[in-house]
C-alpha cells in the first residue's frame, strides 16, 4: 500500500481536505495530525505525486513538508510545478518553502550558520498568516514571534509577486508570501510545540486562507464510515481477525454498528496472552459490544510448534504461519464470506509505503495478519487505514468500548513468545502471565500506567539463587520494562519511583512460584528494542 492509495480511496468524503506532499521530513505525519486536531481532514502524498492523483485528491489547500534534501543541487525533490497554477492556498514548510521559491524562480543558498532551535522573528509586513501574532508590537511595529527552526539552506531571493512578511536573524526571509496567489512560505516548523504560536499559525492557514471549516469530527466519521461500509459490503459477510488490541477492537465495533450480524469475527487464543486476555475480550466484545465472535483455543498447537525453538525471528515466523493457518482453517468453514476487514491505521499505510524503499533494514519481522487477504482471496474492507491513533481511541470510546481497552498499552502480535527469552514452554508463560499481572495491577494502583506509553514484564530462562524463610530457592529471573516515547521509534526507560518497584519485585517474589528475582531494564531505544526479542 502507498499513501496515495490512502489519499485516493478516502471513504468519509469530508468538504474540506488539506493534502500534505511529504519531502521526507520526520514531522510530516505530525502536520497531519495538527491539521485534524482543527478538525480538518488530511492527507498525506510522497512529495513526486503526479498531478493527476493531487487533483483527483481535490484538495482545498496543499502544504510542503519540510525534508532533508537542499534544493541547490540540480536534482532534488520537487513538487509537481502545476500545483501552484490550481488556484488554491499552498503553504511550504521549511524545505517546502525553499522548494516553492526555487520552482518559481527565486534563489536558494547554502548558508554559512544554520538555524537550529529557538529563534526570534521580526514580523514586518501584514500578512494574513502571522499578522496579530507577534509579542511586544507597537506604533510601526509588527512585533516578534519565537519560533523553532532547523535548516542549513535559506532563501535569498524572491519570486515574482512575493515579499517577506518575517525575519531573523539568519533568515532575511523566514516567512514570505503572494497574498494575490495564495501562496506563503514559512522557513521555521508551525508544526511543533517548540514554536509556541504554531498550531495559531496552522489555524490561520486552515480557517482565514484556506476557508475550511472544522467539520472532520469523529462522531461525523463513524456516520460516515458506516454509511460507506453499508454501501460497498450490501448484504455480503465480513471476516475480521480480532485480536483485542485497540485497532481490531475498535474496527469490530464500527462494522457491528455498520452490518451486525454480517460480521464474523475470529479470536485465536495462542496460549501467548496476558492473564485472563482470552476472557475479557469475550466478555467485552460478546456481552458489551454484541460481536458474532468465534473463540479459538489453539494453546497446545503454538506450544507444541514452538518447543525446542530459541531464535526469535524462527519464533516468530512459526507464531505467525501457525496463525494464519488456524485463521484460514475456521474461515474455510464459513461459506459466504466476501470481505476481509483489517484494522490497518494511517500511521500502518505511512509506513509500510516508508519500507517499500530498500533503505529499511529489518530489525524484526513485526507481522499480525500479513499475508491473510492474498491466502484467502476474499476483498479488503479497512474501515481505519485514514486515522491515526488518537482518532482511532476517540471512535472506540464513543463505540462504547471500555477505556481499559482503547487506552491499553500495545501488545505485540507474537505475544508472550517474544517476551519468553529462548524456548517457549507453557511453565513459562504461566509464570509471565501472573508477573506481569502483579506489574500492571501496581502501576495502576499508582497511577503510572497511563504515563507509561508501554510496560511488561519478560521472562529470562535463568536460575538465580535466593532465600525464602530459611529454605535456599533456585528460580527463574523475570525483568520490568517501562518505556515513554512518541512513536515507538525511540523510547526512554521510564523512571519509576523505587518505593514503587520495590513492593511490584516483592510482590512477585512472594506470590508467584519459580521466580527468584526482579530486575529493572533501564536501557533506551536505541541500541535496545522495547521488547526483548
Ligand atoms: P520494538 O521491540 O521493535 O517494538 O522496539 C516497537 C513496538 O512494536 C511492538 N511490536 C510488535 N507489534 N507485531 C506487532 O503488532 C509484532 O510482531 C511486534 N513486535 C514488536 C512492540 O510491542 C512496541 O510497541
Not at 54 to 59: E, G, N, T, V, Y
Not at 291 to 302: E, V
Not at 499 to 524: F, H, K, M
Request: include cysteine; proline fraction near 4%; hydrophobic fraction near 40%.
Amino acid at each position: 500500500m502507498t499513501p496515495s492509495s490512502a489519499a485516493d480511496h478516502h471513504s468519509a468524503s469530508p468538504e474540506d481536505k488539506i493534502l500534505v506532499l511529504d519531502f521526507g521530513s520526520q514531522y510530516t505525519q505530525l502536520i497531519a495530525r495538527r491539521i485534524r486536531e482543527c478538525k480538518v481532514f488530511s492527507a498525506i502524498l510522497p512529495y513526486d505525486a503526479l498531478f493527476e492523483s493531487i487533483k483527483s485528491f481535490q484538495p482545498t489547500g496543499i502544504i510542503l513538508s519540510g525534508g532533508p534534501a537542499t534544493v541547490t543541487e540540480e536534482f532534488t525533490a520537487r513538487a509537481a510545478s502545476e500545483i501552484f497554477e490550481m488556484g488554491i492556498p499552498v503553504l511550504g514548510i521549511c524545505y517546502g518553502m525553499q522548494t516553492m521559491a526555487a520552482q518559481l524562480g527565486g534563489k536558494v543558498e547554502n548558508s554559512l550558520v544554520h538555524e537550529y532551535g529557538h529563534t526570534t522573528m521580526a514580523l514586518v509586513e501584514e500578512s494574513e498568516l502571522l499578522s496579530g501574532l507577534g509579542e511586544n508590537s507597537s506604533n510601526g511595529s509588527f512585533g516578534e514571534m519565537d519560533v523553532w527552526m532547523s535548516h542549513g539552506d535559506r532563501v535569498i531571493e524572491l519570486p515574482e509577486g512575493f515579499t517577506a512578511t518575517a525575519c531573523s536573524a539568519n533568515s532575511p526571509f523566514a516567512a514570505i508570501s503572494d497574498g494575490k496567489r495564495q501562496l506563503y512560505g514559512l522557513q521555521f516548523h508551525p508544526e511543533v510545540t517548540h514554536t509556541p504560536k504554531g498550531q495559531e499559525v496552522i489555524e490561520r492557514f486552515l480557517y482565514r486562507i484556506c476557508r475550511c471549516s472544522p467539520n472532520w469530527k469523529s462522531e461525523s466519521i463513524i456516520q460516515n464510515q458506516i454509511e460507506s461500509i453499508r454501501q460497498k459490503v450490501g448484504s455480503d459477510q465480513v471476516l475480521l481477525a480480532l485480536s483485542g488490541g485497540v485497532d481490531s477492537s475498535v474496527c469490530a465495533a464500527l462494522l457491528q454498528k455498520a452490518i451486525g450480524d454480517q460480521l464474523i469475527c475470529i479470536f485465536v487464543d495462542n496460549g501467548l496472552l496476558r492473564l485472563d486476555e482470552a476472557k475479557t475480550v469475550y466478555q467485552t466484545m460478546t456481552e458489551k459490544i454484541g460481536i458474532n465472535l468465534l473463540a479459538i483455543d489453539a494453546a497446545d498447537r503454538f506450544f507444541s510448534e514452538l518447543a525446542g525453538v530459541t531464535e526469535p525471528e524462527l519464533k516468530r515466523k512459526i507464531i505467525g504461519r501457525l496463525f494464519i493457518e488456524i485463521f484460514q482453517e475456521e474461515a474455510s468453514k464459513l461459506k459466504d464470506v466476501k470481505w476481509l476487514a483489517q484494522g490497518t491505521i494511517y500511521p500502518d499505510v505511512i509506513e509500510s509505503a516508508g519500507l517499500q524503499t530498500d533503505k529499511a533494514k529489518v530489525i524484526k519481522s513485526h507481522h499480525n495478519v500479513g499475508g491473510l487477504p492474498e491466502s484467502l482471496h476474499l476483498q479488503l474492507l479497512e474501515p481505519l487505514r485514514e486515522l491515526f491513533k488518537d482518532e482511532v481511541r476517540k471512535i472506540g470510546s464513543e463505540l462504547g468500548l471500555p477505556h481499559e481497552i482503547v487506552y491499553r498499552h500495545p501488545f505485540p502480535g507474537p505475544g508472550l513468545g517474544v517476551r519468553i527469552l529462548g524456548e517457549v514452554k507453557k511453565k513459562f508463560a504461566d509464570i509471565l502471565r501472573q508477573a506481569d499481572a502483579i506489574y500492571i495491577e501496581e502501576l495502576y494502583r499508582h497511577d503510572l500506567y497511563y504515563e507509561a506509553s508501554q510496560a511488561f514484564v519478560v521472562f529470562l530462562p535463568v536460575k538465580s539463587v535466593g532465600v525464602v524463610g530459611d529454605n535456599r530457592a533456585y528460580d527463574y529471573v523475570v525483568s520490568l520494562r517501562a518505556v515513554q516515547t512518541q512513536d515507538f521509534m525511540t523510547a526512554n526507560c521510564m523512571e519509576l519511583p523505587h518505593q514503587v518497584l520495590q513492593i511490584i519485585a516483592s510482590r512477585i517474589v512472594n506470590e508467584v512460584a519459580g521466580v527468584s528475582r526482579v530486575t529493572y531494564d533501564i536501557t533506551s531505544k536505541p541500541p535496545a528494542t522495547i521488547e526483548w526479542e
